[in-house]
């Protein structure tokens, strides 16, 4: 079974090294503590920390967000990081920015841990989607509004072993 695809392995691992090197650019060799926003992100995380020129310290979190009554909604997280990031450089990344509610609510939360720096670096984005401002630093690819799948993006826990990011046209 194959799906359209939008980006294939080459091209993703191409943008992934740019992202990689203009990263690598910014923080000048400092420490770069980098979150990887559990479960999609992982494959994205594991390329893109190879392709940093710094010292990284790794860590996962997984959170459901829902809607509350602040704007950026409630986040609650099934687990959590084990570093106290004050005073250190953070990268949050995400695999898709869909609505914008789950990572506009993680930059919320973060900000609090007064942080030196905190950027967020996504796969990808669907803009025609957002309902929650945020700022993405460091984009690989902007979509349009299809529901994609593979290179850890996942259909009901299905397709996240794919190499490359399809659109998922319903067939299983
Ligand atoms: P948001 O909070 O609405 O931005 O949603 C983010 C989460 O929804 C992502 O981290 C994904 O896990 C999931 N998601 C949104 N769109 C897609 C998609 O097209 N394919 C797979 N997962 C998606």
Same mark, same amino acid.
């Given at each position: 079974?194959?799906?359209?695809?939008?980006?294939?392995? =080459?091209? #993703?691992?191409?943008?992934?090294?740019?992202?990689?090197?203009?990263?690598?650019?910014?923080?000048?060799?400092?420490?770069?503590?980098?979150?990887?926003?559990?479960?999609?992100?992982?494959?994205?995380? /594991?390329?893109?920390?190879? *392709?940093?020129?710094?010292?990284?310290?790794?860590?996962?979190?997984? $959170?459901?967000?829902?809607?509350?009554?602040?704007?950026?909604?409630?986040?609650? $997280?099934?687990?959590? #990081?084990?570093?106290? $990031? /004050?005073?250190?450089?953070?990268?949050?990344?995400?695999?898709?920015?869909?609505?914008?509610?789950?990572?506009?609510?993680?930059?919320?939360?973060?900000?609090?841990?007064?942080?030196?720096?905190?950027?967020?670096?996504?796969?990808?984005?669907?803009?025609?989607?957002?309902?929650?401002?945020? *700022?993405?630093?460091?984009? /690989?690819? =902007? #979509?349009?509004?299809?529901?994609?799948?593979?290179?850890?993006?996942?259909?009901?826990?299905?397709?996240?072993?794919?190499?490359?990011?399809?659109?998922?046209?319903?067939? $299983?």
């Amino acid at each position: 079974m194959s799906y359209p695809v939008l980006f294939s392995k =080459e091209v #993703i691992q191409k943008r992934v090294k740019e992202l990689g090197e203009q990263i690598s650019k910014d923080f000048h060799g400092e420490e770069l503590v980098v979150i990887g926003v559990l479960k999609g992100s992982f494959i994205y995380c /594991a390329d893109l920390i190879r *392709e940093l020129n710094l010292p990284v310290h790794l860590e996962f979190m997984s $959170v459901s967000s829902y809607e509350g009554t602040e704007s950026t909604g409630n986040l609650r $997280v099934n687990l959590d #990081i084990n570093v106290d $990031v /004050a005073g250190k450089n953070v990268l949050l990344v995400e695999d898709i920015v869909d609505t914008g509610l789950t990572i506009s609510s993680l930059v919320e939360s973060f900000k609090k841990k007064n942080p030196k720096t905190l950027k967020v670096s996504s796969l990808l984005y669907k803009p025609a989607r957002l309902e929650h401002k945020v *700022e993405i630093d460091y984009l /690989a690819f =902007e #979509i349009e509004d299809h529901f994609v799948i593979g290179y850890g993006l996942d259909f009901n826990g299905r397709f996240r072993e794919l190499p490359y990011v399809g659109i998922y046209n319903g067939e $299983v």
